[in-house]
């Protein structure tokens, strides 16, 4: 038997706006580490602070603790001014994240049907005036991941 529910079909659809894929100015809201046997990691609640259109909207995503992929949180770290002596003696303290600011670029991707963000890059924060003006570029984050 079929049974008609008026509304359903909304339901379907996510009703949060989409942040588009791009550079974003952002803020730490919260971070928690998740233990997976294969694949341990961070998940990262950020907020948009710029663009201004934007503002306030949330971006979560993963950072994983594995062996190969232990660069990119670092990276992370220090691009977002991560205290450095807990940094040299490999500690990260989740009561320490909240409020760093940094610049990301995300990218979105489909996973067994799940829509993921990427973290794909960092930057400090004082380099957002730099590549918000410049067109958005892979190479943009990449090269300030060689320089730091």
């Given at each position: 038997?079929?049974?008609?529910?008026?509304?359903?079909?909304?339901?379907?659809?996510?009703?949060?706006?989409?942040?588009?894929?791009?550079?974003?100015?952002?803020?730490?809201?919260?971070?928690?580490?998740?233990?997976?046997?294969?694949?341990?990691?961070?998940?990262?609640?950020?907020?948009?602070?710029?663009p201004?259109?934007?503002?306030?909207?949330?971006?979560?995503?993963?950072?994983?603790?594995?062996?190969?992929?232990m660069?990119?949180?670092?990276?992370?770290?220090?691009?977002?001014?991560?205290d450095p002596e807990?940094?040299?003696?490999?500690?990260?303290?989740?009561?320490?994240?909240?409020?760093?600011?940094?610049?990301?670029?995300?990218?979105?991707?489909?996973?067994?049907?799940?829509?993921l963000?990427?973290?794909?890059?960092?930057?400090?924060?004082?380099?957002?005036?730099?590549?918000s003006?410049?067109?958005?570029?892979?190479?943009?984050?990449?090269?300030?991941?060689?320089?730091?």
């Amino acid at each position: 038997m079929n049974r008609k529910v008026p509304g359903l079909a909304e339901t379907a659809h996510d009703s949060r706006p989409k942040i588009p894929d791009g550079i974003y100015l952002v803020r730490v809201d919260g971070a928690q580490f998740r233990w997976h046997a294969r694949k341990p990691f961070y998940v990262l609640r950020l907020s948009v602070i710029e663009p201004r259109t934007l503002a306030g909207q949330p971006i979560v995503g993963r950072l994983y603790c594995t062996q190969r992929a232990m660069w990119k949180l670092g990276w992370f770290l220090r691009d977002f001014l991560y205290d450095p002596e807990l940094l040299a003696h490999e500690q990260v303290d989740e009561k320490a994240l909240p409020g760093l600011r940094g610049v990301v670029k995300i990218s979105h991707s489909v996973v067994n049907g799940i829509s993921l963000i990427n973290l794909d890059g960092f930057a400090p924060a004082s380099q957002w005036e730099e590549l918000s003006a410049a067109p958005a570029s892979s190479a943009s984050l990449s090269n300030n991941a060689e320089a730091s």
